[in-house]
């Protein structure tokens, strides 16, 4: 087949990707100053939260290559891309294997984050919801976490990195413009402006049911009244 300029990401895949990167980064930089950064890094972390339920519903309505069934790595497209005969466009197999570990670490990242403390003023915002013990425990996977999240970050770059030295393929300008040069398929379909709605809706109630604002709100501490001698 003839290579051809193909639109391979839509801008909402795009918008997705590099919004993730700079919060994911955020939250990772407000974590380790932490102190009065920690209310942010909660901020941050309830922005992760929408982005992912919006990347979840995306891969389900989105166009063709945002669309999990699309790049899903099945065992007979990893033998075949080891074997040197997969072609398609989007993720290949291997990189695939990538985008599924990042979603799933994450996912794991912020919902342990959502019952974290940290021993002095910050709790998560479903705090409540758990024993202190619990939240312990969490907050302990959560930091772990974070250890697993650098190498697969490092992994990712250097994927890119030798993508475009050794098969001269610039998958981040693909990512920025949407646009592949050299493509071997057809352009992208689908995921139009009901879905994008589809999926931003469902990001916005997943956001507000992890805030924790729909959980009743603390009694007011009650005064106690000095004596007067």
């Keep these: 087949m003839q290579n051809k300029r193909i639109r391979l990401w839509d801008l909402p895949t795009r918008l997705f990707h590099w919004i993730l990167l700079l919060a994911v980064a955020a939250s990772v930089a407000s974590g380790q100053v932490g102190g009065n950064w920690m209310d942010w890094h909660g901020r941050i972390g309830l922005l992760v939260v929408g982005l992912l339920a919006f990347r979840i519903v995306w891969g389900v309505l989105g166009s063709t290559y945002a669309r999990f069934a699309q790049f899903f790595p099945t065992p007979g497209r990893l033998k075949a891309y ?3 005969e997969w072609r398609g466009e989007g993720h290949n197999p291997l990189g695939a294997l990538s985008v599924f570990g990042l979603l799933g670490l994450l996912t794991a990242q912020v919902t342990t984050g959502l019952f974290a403390n940290d021993d002095i003023a910050f ?3 479903l705090f409540d919801l758990v024993t202190k013990s619990l ?3 969490l907050t302990g996977i959560h930091h772990l976490l974070t250890n697993v999240l650098y190498v697969l970050v490092a992994l990712h770059v250097g994927a890119i990195m030798f993508y475009a030295h050794a ?3 610039n998958l981040v300008r693909s990512m920025v413009t949407g646009w592949m040069d050299d493509g071997e398929g057809e352009s992208a379909r689908g995921g139009g ?3 994008f709605i589809v999926a ?3 990001a ?3 956001v507000y049911y992890t805030s924790g604002a729909w959980l009743p ?3 007011p501490p009650v005064a106690v009244e000095t004596p007067n001698f």
Aim: glycine share 8%; charged share 25%.
């Design 200 to 202: 931003l809706l469902v």
């Design 193 to 195: 402006f009901v879905a």
């Design 217 to 219: 709100k603390p009694p």
């Design 167 to 169: 098969k001269k393929k």
């Design 123 to 125: 709790t998560g915002p």
């Design 135 to 137: 939240s312990n425990r």
């Design 204 to 206: 916005v109630a997943v």
């Design 82 to 84: 080891l074997r040197g």
